[in-house]
Structure formats: structure tokens, C-alpha cells
């Protein structure tokens, strides 16, 4: 059974040999890291920073003992809207359902842990896999946004806000 539990350090050296190749990492990552490849510590570094205003969660999926997955939880303003971000799943175990039930847990957390309403995220139109498991997951694509785009390696990539209503899921 999936769940989903406060990352750790320990984890980091894992999630980020699953980034791939530049184009996969800038996928999960945007341009959020100056540089590539990163390391667990590279990871590790950011995120004791980002944490230091309390509004930035790290969360690590894990199957029967096994790290499967990742993606943090933030609150750019305050926490009745939760953003996810750095969502990544092992290569091994997609395509089988992994990041769709990720996602819910995390819907799951924001709502009943942080008292969020809204979970919002950003998906660039080139990550299609990731796209089709955002809609599974019951997100949909923003209305009305002014279109964002990316400067990413000398490419304009479109990035999709998307929402879902939290609380009202069967669970």
C-alpha cells in the first residue's frame, strides 16, 4: 500500500538519480536549480532553505518499505491554498497508477493536515505523461490564466496551471 511520509535527507541521493536526462530534470525541476545534474546534497541544501519560512513540506512516497516517490507541498501566500511541486515518480513503477495515487495522498495531506481548500501545480505542456496523471488525479487545467512560459534550454515551454477543489473527494 502507497504512503506518503516526511521526506528525509536520506532520501534525497535516490529521487535525484530518477531526474534523468537535462530535459527530464528541467521537466520536474523548471529552472529552480541553477545547474545540472544536481546531488542529494544539492537537494538537501535547497530544501533545509525553503523550509525555514514553515510554508514548504517535503513528502516522500514509499511501497512496502521502498521509495517510489517524491513531491513537496508548499504555501506561497497562506495554507488554504497548497501548491505541489517536484513531483517525480521512480521510472521503475510508472505507468502503473504510482503518481495518480501520490497525488491524492497529497490532496489528502493538504486537506486534512494544513486545512487546505485549493491544491494547485504546473505541468509543462511537453510532459504529457505527467499532464494525463494531474487530470487522473482530478486536477483540470486553470481558466482564464495568462499563458506562462519558460525560458528552457533556448526553448519557450508553456506551462499549464492546473486546480483541484480539495475536501470533497470519497475517500
Not at 92 to 121: C, D, N, P, V
Amino acid at each position: 500500500m502507497l504512503q506518503l511520509r516526511p521526506f528525509t535527507p536520506s532520501d534525497a541521493d535516490r529521487i535525484v538519480s530518477w531526474t534523468g536526462d537535462e530535459t527530464a530534470f528541467r521537466k520536474w525541476s523548471a529552472d529552480i536549480y541553477e545547474s545540472y545534474p544536481i546531488t542529494g546534497a544539492d537537494m538537501n541544501t535547497f530544501y533545509e532553505q525553503a523550509a525555514k519560512d514553515g510554508m514548504f513540506f517535503p513528502y516522500t512516497a514509499a511501497e512496502d518499505g521502498e521509495i517510489v516517490g517524491h513531491l513537496i507541498i508548499r504555501f506561497p501566500e497562506d495554507k488554504g491554498t497548497a501548491r505541489f511541486g517536484f513531483i517525480i515518480v521512480d521510472p521503475a513503477k510508472r505507468g502503473r497508477g504510482t503518481g495518480r495515487q501520490m497525488i491524492e495522498l497529497a490532496k489528502k495531506e493538504a486537506y486534512e493536515r494544513f486545512g487546505s481548500h485549493t491544491a494547485t501545480l504546473g505541468v509543462f505542456a511537453n510532459n504529457v505523461p505527467a499532464h494525463r496523471c494531474y487530470l487522473a488525479a482530478g486536477f483540470s487545467e486553470a481558466e482564464g490564466q495568462k499563458e506562462e512560459y519558460y525560458r528552457i534550454s533556448g526553448e519557450d515551454w508553456l506551462c499549464i496551471e492546473m486546480s483541484a477543489v480539495l475536501g470533497g473527494e470519497d475517500r
